[in-house]
């Protein structure tokens, strides 16, 4: 399995970007999808989640803010971020896992992306 992000970048308060996780080696549409960042001295956390059947789940701190979407046909995975604050600065993960009900734990996932760096400046 091999899960790729790109779309990171440096904004500005306020601003948007959306992230792509390209997936492969895996039958894409069968597994739960999810985003995860981790800002520096800090836990990896969840950001966001979406089932086989694009039922999503968002952390209470980008609800309203954040929008993830598949695109099965293209094995890929994305993560629409608006309205950025500083406080969202991380390196974005995707991962990959099976299972049942929402995936919003690390442990549920088995498969990892690099990781892509978002900084928002104020």
């Known amino acids: 399995v091999q899960l790729v992000e790109s779309g990171g970048g440096s904004v500005q308060a306020g601003g948007s970007l959306r992230l792509s996780c390209a997936a492969s080696?895996?039958?894409?549409?069968?597994?739960?999808m999810g985003w995860f960042r981790q800002a520096p001295g800090k836990e990896r956390e969840f950001v966001a989640t979406?089932?086989?059947?694009?039922?999503?789940t968002y952390a209470d701190s980008v609800k309203g803010r954040f929008t993830t979407s598949r695109d099965n046909a293209k094995n890929t995975l994305y993560l629409q971020m608006n309205g950025l604050k500083p406080e969202d600065t991380a390196a974005y993960y995707c991962?990959?896992?099976?299972?049942?009900?929402?995936?919003?734990?690390?442990?549920?996932?088995?498969?990892w992306g690099q990781g892509t760096q978002v900084t928002v400046s104020s």
């Open positions: 991962a990959a896992g099976l299972g049942s009900g929402r995936l919003v734990e690390k442990s549920m996932y088995k498969s």
């Open positions: 080696g895996l039958t894409f549409s069968l597994y739960h």
């Open positions: 979406i089932s086989p059947n694009s039922l999503t």
